[in-house]
């Protein structure tokens, strides 16, 4: 039920066919960075799509404006941080750790750490009962 | 007419469902031997109706039946019988109508398999089954009718999405239901065994095979849905973190959980309240998924029914399973006989590790669902939670879980001997060590954790040849005698090799495919070749072709290996009549090594074309992976009966 729910809104992206060939950088290099740092970008009118991921017209004009950057000589965080001034935290795919996320980071050390009492008291109490 | 008498069957096993999930109970309560006997012949009659709607409807979309406003939206009569009949399941209702049959069936299997189940706990269990049903028969009924009616009829109908008009996705659906619907048996044994106070290593025996048989399903459901992708959606990828894939993939997680922890149960009688508490949860995760989905309240675009009242009724729905089982959990978990005792360094103990990072990793993926939701209710504003986030930190903690297959297997029950264990790694240590340093050495690589998982997948795949033959006593005994042992090793050990085998694959694939491809994405004149990956792709133009209800644009790719002719790939891309839309088909030839995959872009004038050319090492064995462990739940399946443990010559090593 869930997957196929999904489809049919989709269908309306669809097809997702990315980065063009007229936006590749010559350098090599520099393209590979321009990559990485795309899939960090959320395509702000999609469903969870990266900008690498979607052909939106919004995408490609984030990835053609992440190439000017990176071409201009920023670092990859520079070129990060000129789009999140523009475009605000949410462009971020992995959010920055501030107050409100601050659970959500933390979220999989208290999952671990709570299990980890949980079964260390276990065993406590069984030694305990144990003769 | 036909029509009517699904309509009609659909509301009659609503009022039987409602029986089955009352009356037995007081039976139970009372041990009054009738009312609980009531169970099984309201779960044979629940199967009767629901199969006569199914098929009804079935009926329905075979014969283009336009006066169903279900078909009408969905089906169209130039489209192929396969998605005519795939279709029934390609929509909110009658996908809601699949997932009432698969429960009412799974009802049919307690009721009739079973035999040395006692009386009042098959009674207990079919009523907890009778009343999901009741509740899903409900929503169908007054919010999700499939068999409402259009009068005057159309002409011809709407169409199906093209997007769901492919094999891989016409049964990607059937079975992820099959793995969220059994999960309710298990749920249903979980709360009968709350209700009746007693949980034992035979209660884990009966509701075993059910976590086993829905877990295999999950495992399918997802892979296809996760291959449709990698060949439907045109770059490769194949599982993107997206809230609908999640939803799909923590009921995995906790069912994966619950298989390990009911085995503890089984063998030592140990963590029986964990157990019965997994249960409840992993349905509970099913629930919550349909809920995300069918509620439209995901920031994902995902849902097509985007009706609050839909999703009022389904948070009702799980509010009323997961509040209830969970309140009664905390009243009776208590009363639970203590667990029996082991050692933190036996084979239970890195089960109960085993568990942690799981619910750990699940908790994770739950977080970063609901994050995005929870900040947006609270008025904090919006934050995109996506694939960066996961791989940051879901990834981490399944290393240690894939480190630990090793001391598992390898460990003895009850008791701890970590200096044994050792010993025996230590070839396998150095082994997954040479395999990590060859391959980052090969790989040319820049950071070592490529080649870090593939040493993993070494590591995990040695210690299930190590653990298996230590089994048989490979070398160490006759090969007579080891032939005498393999042949008596129960299939529930084969089944374990089989499914950790299947991980070590997977994680092989994974690794490869993610961090080794190769990419060219330019554009090709006919005759224009390209070299990718030792491999030359010649572009010979492209045609246009039609289909049964679209039309294509097929491009010709000629791939040779040096002189060597490897395979002709012929990517498509579809326009469909009806609705308009485009779809892509990509061209895959794989070696079982390495996929080479080509997708026809847009046509860029003069026969030039936007072409996507990609080298996929590896990635067949994600599928392969998933397949093995399939497999190994199937062989372990095939060991048991419900009730009956396995052999006595399981006794555990």
Redesign the interface.
Known sequence: ????????????A????????DE?LADPLLEARARALG??L?CLVC????IE?SDAPLARDLRLLLRERIEAGDSDEAALAWIVERYG???????PLEI??L???I??LL??GA??WI?LT??RR?RR??P | MISETGHFALALALCIALVQGTLPLVGAARGHAGLMRLSQSAALAQAAMVTVAFAALTAGYVRSDFSLLNVVENSHSLKPLLYKVTGV??N?EG??LL?VLILALHGLAVALLNRGLPLATRARVLAVQGLIAAGFLAFSLFTSNPFARLDPPPADGLDL????QDPG?AF??PF??LG?VGLSVTFAFAVAALIDGRIDALWARWARPFTLASWIFLTIGIAL?SWWAYYE???G?WW??????N??FMPWLAATALLHSTIVTEKRGALKSWTVLLAILAFSLSLL??FL??SGVL???????NDPERGVFILLLMIVATGGALALYAVRAPKLR??G??A?LSREGTL??NN??L???C??VL??TL?PLI?DVLD??????????YE???VP?MIPLLLLVAFGMLSPWKKSDLAGVLSRLKPLLAISAVAWGLVWWRATDTSPLPAFGIALATWIAGAVVLNHAERVKAFRSPPRDTWRRMRRLPSAAYGMSLAHLGVAVFVAGVTASSAWQSEV???MEPGDSQEIAGYTITFEGAATVPGPNYEAERGTFRVAAGERHVAVLEPE?RAYFV?P????EAAIHTTWMADIYV?L??AAGDGRR?V?LYHNPLVPWIWAGTLLMAAGGLASLAGRRPGRGTAPAAAPS
């Open positions: 039920m869930i997957r196929l729910a999904a489809l049919l809104v989709v269908a309306a669809l097809p997702l066919q990315a980065v063009e060939p590749i899939q960090e959320r469903p969870n799509q990266s991921d935290d949410y462009v971020l795919l992995r959010p409100r996320t659970l959500l980071w979220a999989p999952a671990l299990g980890a079964v276990g065993y069984n009962r144990a | 399941w390609g909110h996908s809601l997932w999405n093209p997007i769901l996705l990607h659906p992820l239901y969220y849905g959606l045109g770059w990828g993107f973190w997206d809230p609908v894939e939803a799909s998924g349909t989905v069918r920031t994902s675009v995902h849902a097509f029914a203590p667990d005792l082991f933190p109960v590790l942690l990072f619910a750990a990793g908790f994770t977080t970063g994050y900040l904090e504003g919006s934050v995109s939670v996506g694939p960066p986030y940051l930190v879901f903690l994405i330019r554009t891309r609705q839309t485009l779809t892509t997708v872009g847009e936007v996507r």
